[in-house]
């Protein structure tokens, strides 16, 4: 079965530093998608940033970046020029692709991130 | 454009009690799913459905049920509620449930079982 870890309970950064959560994940698959999810004090699930497995290349989106090592399995999240919006439970998740309607995402338990100024 | 909206966003239940949490999207989805987030857990999905009149388990069915009669509304039955059952419960939708699309998200409903 599919498992998504994430060994960082809580993380905390300086305003306008970089950090970066860890996510490792298990599968025998080779094709499938793994995302971030932001989860502010407001509860709204927000998607941060995804990545498919096929592509090398990291995926980026402004201030957040992927480091994804396919071999490893490991798919980590760096904010840069951290803010303070960026506080919130960060999720690391992974969708296996198997041609149909499958997006039964399975999460990893969180990184819950402080931001202080 | 009112997204994914979850109804109630609190409630209190007894031991045995039942309800409804209610869910609508707007945006003509036909993938929707529920999961239910536990601290310490991560979020874990209950039931999906890839359409009206489809429907099928996820990760942790048991104590809940599901209808699709149309595109737009998917409500999560309790037909007798549990103190396991406190929980932060989500809904979610998507375009067409493909593995790479962006889930939208409602802001969850917060239940308490005493």
């Known amino acids: 079965a599919q498992t998504v870890t994430q060994s960082q309970p809580e993380m905390s950064v300086q305003e306008a530093e970089t950090v970066t959560l860890s996510c490792t994940y298990d599968?025998?698959?080779?094709?499938?998608?793994l995302f971030w999810y932001k989860q502010p004090p407001s509860r709204q699930m927000i998607l941060v940033i995804r990545q498919e497995a096929y592509k090398q290349q990291n995926a980026t989106e402004n201030r957040f970046s992927v480091n994804f090592q396919k071999a490893a399995k490991s798919f980590s999240l760096k904010i840069s020029d951290s803010q303070l919006g960026d506080a919130a439970m960060y999720f690391c998740?992974?969708?296996?692709?198997?041609?149909?309607?499958?997006?039964?995402?399975?999460f990893g338990t969180g990184t819950l991130l402080a931001v202080q100024p | 454009n009112a997204g994914v909206t979850q109804t109630p966003k609190f409630q209190v239940l007894k031991t045995g009690q039942s309800m409804t949490l209610q869910c609508a999207q707007d945006m003509n989805h036909e993938y929707m799913s529920w999961y239910r987030q536990d601290p310490g857990m991560g979020l874990r999905l209950i039931h999906y459905s890839v359409g009206a009149g489809i429907t099928d388990q996820g990760e942790v069915p048991n104590g809940y049920n599901v209808s699709r009669s149309t595109t737009e509304d998917f409500p999560l039955r309790l037909l007798s509620a549990a103190p396991s059952q406190t929980s932060v419960y989500f809904c979610?939708?998507?375009?067409?449930?493909?593995?790479?699309?962006?889930?939208?998200f409602g802001s969850g409903t917060q239940l308490s079982v005493l």
């Open positions: 998740a992974y969708n296996w692709n198997y041609g149909g309607a499958t997006n039964k995402l399975i």
């Open positions: 599968t025998s698959e080779s094709d499938y998608y």
């Open positions: 979610a939708s998507s375009y067409r449930g493909a593995g790479n699309e962006k889930l939208f």
